[in-house]
Each structure stands twice: as C-alpha cells, then as structure tokens.
C-alpha cells in the first residue's frame, strides 16, 4: 500500500500540463473493437483505469502497445467475447465492451459491475438500449449475455441522460442495420469525441453534440488515428488546488471550453481566470474565499468529478455554501473525513452545507473513491500541519503523475509505502 503525506500551507505557483482525459479514453479505446485492423489513440493517460481496459482488452484478443501516450490497438485477432468480473469488478467502465462486441460479433459476455464505493451505479439503460436495438439478454452466473444476429436501428428515449448508455448504445447502433435515434443522448465532451472517432471510421452519425444522434448503420468500419481531449477533471481539480492554497497557477490545457461553468464559480469565489489559447491561468484577487453554491447537473454544468473538489475548498470559504449532487445523491463519501481535518460540513439529503472554517488542521484520512481521494489532498495542500492520505490507490485511477505536477507546483507532497491499510 501507498499513502501521501503532505505539508500543507503553501500557496501553488507555476505551469503544469494537464495530461489526456480518462474517461474519453475509456470510451474510444473499446470502439476500437468495431474495426478489424490497427488503430492509433494519442494523449491517452497513464493511469490505472486505462491499464484495466488495456488488459480487459488483451482479453479479447486486442494486441496493444502503450508508449508515452500513444496506444496502438489491433483488433484483428479477436478471440474473446467475453470481459470476465476479474476486470469488470475493478473497473465499471468495462461496461463499455457491451456494445461494440454485440454489434460486431452478435455475442457479448459481460461481468455484471454491481455497486461501486459510494452506492448503487445501475445499468438498465445500457441494457435497455441493447434489447431496444433487437439483443436478447440473459442472465447467468452475475454474467450479462447478449445476443444478436444482427442489431436493427430503433428509437432509444433515455429516461436520464447517461454517459455510458449513450456510449454503448451509439457503439452498437453504427454496425445496426438501419437508423437509430438516440433522444436525451449525453452531450459531455467525452461522448463527443467518440462519436466524432466513430465517424472518423466511417460511421455515419447526425447531431454529434446535440442531445439527439441520429445514426445509419453501415455494413464494417475501418481503423482510425484519434486524438483524445485533455481532462477537464484533472484540470478542474488542479485550478481548485491553486485556489485553495491561494496560489497563481497556469495549466497547460487545450479544452478550456469544458469547464466555463468552473470558470464562472472560481470567478464568484473571488479568482481570476486568464484564458489565452491553450494556457489557462488563475489567481486569488479576493483576501477570502467567497462561499458559492454549487449543483452538479449534466454538462455543460458543474461536473458530479469536481464536486468533492468544490467542497474541500469551500470548507475554507468565508461564509457557508451549499454543494448538491443531483447526478450522484449518495456521493460523499468524502464528507466525514474532511470533517477529520477540521471541516465544518452538514449532510442533508444530497445536499453538504458547508460553514467555512479558518484553517484546516493535519490528520490521518483515508481515500475512498478517486475523485474524494482528490479533495483530501486538495484539502491537505491547505492545511497547516502534516496530512497522510491513505489508500491513494483511488487516486492512481485516475490521475496521472499528480503528485509530480503538485511537487513541480511547490506542493510538499510524497508518496510512501505503508502497511497501513
Ligand atoms: N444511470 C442509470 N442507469 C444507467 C446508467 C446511469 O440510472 O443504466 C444514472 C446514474 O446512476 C447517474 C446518471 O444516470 O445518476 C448518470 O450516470 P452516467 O451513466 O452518465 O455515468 P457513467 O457513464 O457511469 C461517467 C463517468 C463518471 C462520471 C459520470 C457522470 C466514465 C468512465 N465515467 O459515468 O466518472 O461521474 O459519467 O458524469 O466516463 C470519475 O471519473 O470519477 C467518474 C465516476
């Protein structure tokens, strides 16, 4: 096991490159499996999650390399329909191997994922979308079996707006016979960019970043060289941790049109956004951390990613604020260890109503998932006094290199073996 310990209470000054986005990753890599031949994924990050699908992948028969970012996928030689709990229970977006093999072998076997660390994450709209497109379901052994002679294009209404179920249903209907209409389809930028490598391979989709995709299936579709976006998670997290600590912090990163809703909520909580091209700068010009309220809602509004992030630097705002989760009700986990670090914060329903405090003080907290894994560190940056974040494991799914680009930000942050679990 590893843990960080970390001093806190300096400010963070300096340039960093936020590296390629996770979950966008996540997405194109098994879209991949709809073509029979070589395909190039560039800015890919290396974090535990993409090494999950990478090997859930070479499970299938994927060959991959994987080199300072680059991710060279050949789905020739699939051999596999199957994606075993072993990797599914690691990691719920395995889910997304659903679709494409369905429609591209007429046969899925998929782990059925179960709960994930903050509660119930349901998958009924991606099966939904499977059955509505023609596939027969059954249920085995905690196993999902799909199958399908062949997919047949259909009208799919999402009752909720969901990523996933967006993604596994526009990978399954491009090889569908026909046209699929997916309504209240997901418009976040990760589902964007898939759809866009997707046509890249000859798929023919309408409305790409519209909530309504209208897809004409085609017979095969060919290998493609995609560029994945920069993570506006990691890069929302680190413009937290330069407001935090009360630094001026400048973030390489090319997608700054994905975070205007956190550009506006630093800018009330008294910081300076400076946009100019593809650097992002920020600064504190208010003494105090104004209190702002925040409610997380599908993109292009305050990502349910950031908002264990928001929360910990609220806790040191000059006043209380209200952060609601309407994505994820239960998801704040994160809460009673920054209580543990001195935190004034109140749960009621899916709502934390935080008191600002003056300072934070160091303690021993532990990670529970990756993004509140996130907020304890954010939290420690600003404490006065030593934090140990334990089980930083979360943080390694999805954030690559952290503590290198806090250190390289002044952060004193390291990274130590520990036995303590
Ligand atoms: N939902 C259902 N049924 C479903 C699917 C979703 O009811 O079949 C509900 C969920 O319970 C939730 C809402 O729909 O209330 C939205 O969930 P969504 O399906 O959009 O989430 P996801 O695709 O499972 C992705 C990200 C998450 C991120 C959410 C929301 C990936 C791999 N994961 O999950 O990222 O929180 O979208 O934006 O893209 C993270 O990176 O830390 C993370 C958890």
Redesign the pocket.
Known sequence: MEKFIILGGKPLFGKVKVSGA??SA??IMPATLLTNGKNRLTNIPHVNDIFTMKKLMEHLGSVITFDNGTLTIDNSKIHNQDAPYEHVKKM??SIYVLGPLLARYGYAKVSMPGGCAWGP??????IDSMKKLGAEIDYEDGYIIAKSSKLIGTKINFE??????TGNALMAAVLAKGTTKIINA?I?P?ITLLANSLLKMGARINGIGTNILEIEGVEDLTPNNCENIDDR?EAGTLLIASAITKGEITLEYKNSDHLSILFEKLEESGCKININNDLVSIKNISDSIKPVNVSTSIYPGF???LQAQWIAYMSLANGTSHTTDT??FDRFKHVPELIRLGASIELKENTAVVNGVTSLKGAKVMSTD??ASASLVLAGLATKGQTEVLRIYHLDR?YEKIEEKLTKLGAQIERVKTEEF
């Open positions: 996770k979950n996540l997405a719920r977006a994450r349901p998958i009924n709209l991606h909720i707006s969901s990523v996933g179920a997901s976040e990760e998670i990502p349910t990613d994505i994820y990756l993004r999805g």
